[in-house]
């Protein structure tokens, strides 16, 4: 299958990755009856044994690297979910092969390596749909309803809290140079993006002011940010990386009411309407019927309709965080370019 191909066809698709994305977004391509889990490339012979072995591959089809797997197998598409700084190198080894493409947020963990993949895309029927899976969320996908009307957000707030940097001790999230931060860059991508996608808002603002895990200060593990939005309205968001729990609060208010959505540790998030007039209420979501991430990028490709999270998603997220970094640095607010934030 390549670009709109016959939807009897599989989906021949290589994992590059073989940690927890690997296995758990390549067992839902390996579980579909429109794909098959090809190849898996990852340089830890443990971990890519450990993944062939749950998707039933012979030894012929692990590699040590990724650019022989592309190489030598033929593929589809690839799922990525590597380190966040190598991303863009993947991505475009991908690409240019011809390939669709499902990677792990952020997109990457550089504004300009972001815009260089949405122009290799551009004009193409190639795929590239980023691992934000709050936006097949039922809780998300409604909320994200009510402003695509006349009303407008008018004032957010948001945070995340995790005992991350407890956990992660002695993982590459720790180490800069492959992860590009700290809390913000991962757990946190998740908040800002929900924000961002389910607003629609345009960015024109960030100030933001950081604590940090490392005598280097590129760790963040605390994280408050303020963004100010074309349209008037202002959101505040915080990380917090040392929490003994997880929370996740993120709360919309427009001139008629709010949307809330409020969750823990990895539990489906819940949906709070509020409204003046008939007060509080909270639908109910089958999430039984949710599409897994696989299943949606593959749809994607058969029907040729953008992804539930798009390269555009990936680019407004990456902007909005290197400028969050950005103003920690220098303390002082950073002007977002239009071109880089705005919805197109």
Same mark, same amino acid.
């Given at each position: 299958?390549?670009?709109?191909?016959?939807?009897?066809?599989?989906?021949?698709?290589?994992?590059?990755?073989?940690?927890?994305?690997?296995?758990?977004?390549?067992?839902?391509?390996?579980?579909?009856?429109?794909?098959?889990?090809?190849?898996?490339?990852?340089?830890?012979?443990?971990?890519?044994?450990?993944?062939?072995?749950?998707?039933?591959?012979?030894?012929?089809?692990?590699?040590?690297?990724?650019?022989?797997?592309?190489?030598?197998?033929?593929?589809?598409?690839?799922?990525?979910?590597?380190?966040?700084?190598?991303?863009?190198?993947?991505?475009?080894?991908?690409?240019?092969?011809?390939?669709?493409?499902?990677?792990?947020?952020?997109?990457? &963990?550089?504004? =300009?390596?972001? *815009?260089? !993949?949405? /122009?290799?895309? #551009?004009? $193409?029927?190639?795929?590239?749909?980023?691992?934000?899976?709050?936006?097949?969320?039922?809780?998300?996908?409604?909320?994200?309803?009510?402003?695509?009307?006349?009303?407008?957000?008018?004032?957010?707030?948001?945070?995340?809290?995790?005992?991350?940097?407890?956990?992660?001790?002695?993982?590459?999230?720790?180490?800069?140079?492959?992860?590009?931060?700290?809390?913000?860059?991962?757990?946190?991508?998740?908040?800002?993006?929900?924000?961002?996608?389910?607003?629609?808002?345009?960015?024109?603002?960030?100030?933001?002011?950081? &604590?940090?895990? =490392?005598?280097? *200060?590129? !760790?963040? /593990?605390?994280? #408050?940010? $303020?963004?100010?939005?074309?349209?008037?309205?202002?959101?505040?968001?915080?990380?917090?990386?040392?929490?003994?729990?997880?929370?996740?609060?993120?709360?919309?208010?427009?001139?008629?009411?709010?949307?809330?959505?409020?969750?823990?540790?990895?539990?489906?998030?819940?949906?709070?309407?509020?409204?003046?007039?008939?007060?509080?209420?909270?639908?109910?979501?089958?999430?039984?019927?949710?599409?897994?991430?696989?299943?949606?990028?593959?749809?994607?490709?058969?029907?040729?309709?953008?992804?539930?999270?798009?390269?555009?998603?990936?680019?407004?997220?990456?902007?909005?965080?290197?400028?969050?970094?950005?103003?920690?640095?220098?303390?002082?607010?950073?002007?977002?370019?239009?071109?880089?934030?705005?919805?197109?």
């Amino acid at each position: 299958m390549s670009g709109h191909g016959d939807s009897s066809e599989r989906l021949s698709v290589g994992v590059i990755g073989a940690g927890y994305i690997g296995q758990t977004v390549g067992g839902e391509f390996h579980r579909h009856a429109g794909a098959t889990v090809a190849a898996v490339a990852d340089p830890s012979r443990s971990a890519r044994e450990e993944a062939a072995n749950l998707f039933g591959l012979s030894p012929e089809a692990q590699y040590a690297d990724h650019e022989t797997m592309l190489e030598e197998t033929p593929l589809d598409a690839v799922l990525i979910g590597t380190p966040h700084t190598l991303h863009y190198e993947q991505i475009v080894a991908a690409l240019d092969r011809g390939m669709h493409v499902l990677c792990d947020k952020p997109i990457t &963990t550089d504004l =300009d390596e972001a *815009r260089d !993949i949405e /122009d290799r895309v #551009a004009n $193409t029927d190639q795929v590239v749909m980023i691992g934000y899976q709050r936006h097949i969320n039922p809780a998300f996908i409604a909320a994200r309803e009510r402003w695509r009307g006349d009303l407008t957000p008018t004032w957010i707030t948001a945070e995340i809290c995790e005992g991350w940097i407890g956990t992660r001790e002695g993982t590459w999230r720790l180490d800069p140079d492959l992860s590009g931060g700290g809390f913000l860059y991962d757990t946190g991508s998740h908040v800002l993006d929900a924000v961002l996608w389910t607003t629609g808002l345009t960015p024109k603002r960030v100030s933001a002011r950081m &604590t940090y895990a =490392d005598d280097e *200060r590129r !760790i963040d /593990d605390w994280a #408050a940010l $303020t963004i100010e939005f074309e349209e008037g309205a202002r959101a505040t968001m915080t990380t917090y990386a040392r929490a003994p729990a997880v929370r996740e609060h993120i709360h919309v208010w427009d001139e008629e009411g709010a949307i809330y959505l409020d969750g823990q540790e990895w539990d489906p998030r819940e949906l709070t309407e509020i409204d003046d007039e008939s007060g509080e209420r909270r639908p109910y979501f089958n999430l039984g019927s949710k599409e897994s991430k696989a299943g949606a990028f593959i749809q994607s490709i058969r029907t040729g309709t953008e992804p539930p999270a798009t390269l555009r998603d990936g680019v407004r997220v990456t902007a909005v965080t290197e400028a969050a970094y950005e103003s920690a640095r220098r303390g002082e607010p950073v002007e977002l370019d239009p071109r880089h934030v705005r919805l197109e």
